[in-house]
């Protein structure tokens, strides 16, 4: 029995065959499934879905890269969306500075101090913009789970001590699970430390994911839950595919291998952290 704490059914990837997907997904032994919103209306269809099909949930937040899109009024509407008794938390929110403007059309090399061209400091300003609006959309969803008593799904990417810091103003009050964890074991160590848990996707099965895999090798038992992302991030054998709940075992299996473990010892167990987590019966 595995959970998929992190799948984007509302995505138009599955829109043509939905009910075949969770069919494979139950083939394979994944009984409960994560639909994660990363909008408004993206957390509205995640909702929609949770509702139809037993095995699924939402989670319902804004993403960072959608974050200067938000209406001012957004939390508002999260709010009452995550009232729904099949919404487990909030996100996925969080940092991503992988593409602020200055990386679109990135120079051979930067710009020096004093040497600024014009279009260098517009970028400036305009990175600075985007990560502010990424801020408060993260601070706000934080503070909604704080006030509802939900755990958060965070996305990070080139952002890791902003996040961390900002994360730092919830210790106690709210926990986190950092999605698609591929850094190093002195990174997870430091947002276990603060009480947050992390997760692994297919990447954790490449060949070039040393790092990840010695984070996956070592870290406690009970630190970890298994996820797809998808359609994203398909793991060995189906990289380059669309990704489905159904590759969770792939994943959990690679893991389980990693660590010398039995696969239904793995599955139990972060079933069970999933449950625990999102505070649902394992």
């Not at 159904?246 to 473990?261: D, K, V």
Request: hydrophobic share 45%.
């Amino acid at each position: 029995m595995l959970t998929d704490t992190h799948a984007h059914l509302d995505f138009p990837d599955f829109a043509a065959d939905l009910d075949d997907i969770l069919a494979r997904a139950a083939a394979a032994g994944v009984t409960r499934i994560l639909s994660i919103g990363t909008s408004v209306e993206s957390s509205r269809r995640a909702v929609a879905l949770a509702e139809k099909h037993p095995q699924v949930f939402a989670v319902v937040g804004v993403h960072p890269n959608n974050a200067t899109e938000a209406a001012p009024d957004f939390i508002a509407e999260l709010r009452q969306l995550a009232q729904h008794p099949r919404v487990l938390g909030i996100g996925e929110t969080g940092l991503d500075y992988h593409r602020l403007p200055s990386t679109r059309q990135a120079p051979e090399s930067p710009p020096v101090l004093g040497n600024e061209t014009p279009g260098d400091i517009t970028d400036a300003l305009a990175d600075g913009a985007q990560k502010s609006a990424q801020a408060a959309v993260f601070e706000q969803q934080l503070d909604l789970a704080a006030e509802l008593g939900l755990n958060v799904v965070i996305h990070e990417r080139d952002a890791w001590d902003d996040t961390v810091a900002i994360l730092r103003g919830w210790t106690g009050r709210v926990r986190g699970v950092f999605h698609c964890f591929g850094k190093s074991p002195a990174h997870a160590q430091e947002i276990l430390a603060l009480g947050h848990l992390v997760s692994f996707t297919g990447i954790v099965t490449f060949k070039n994911a040393q790092l990840v895999q010695e984070t996956a090798r070592t870290i406690a038992a009970d630190a970890f839950m298994v996820e797809t992302d998808c359609p994203f991030l398909a793991p060995v054998p189906f990289r380059g595919k669309r990704c489905e709940p159904a590759h969770t075992r792939a994943t959990a299996e690679f893991l389980a291998q990693l660590r010398g473990e039995a696969l239904a010892d793995l599955a139990a167990r972060t079933t069970a952290t999933a449950g625990a987590f999102f505070r649902r019966p394992a």
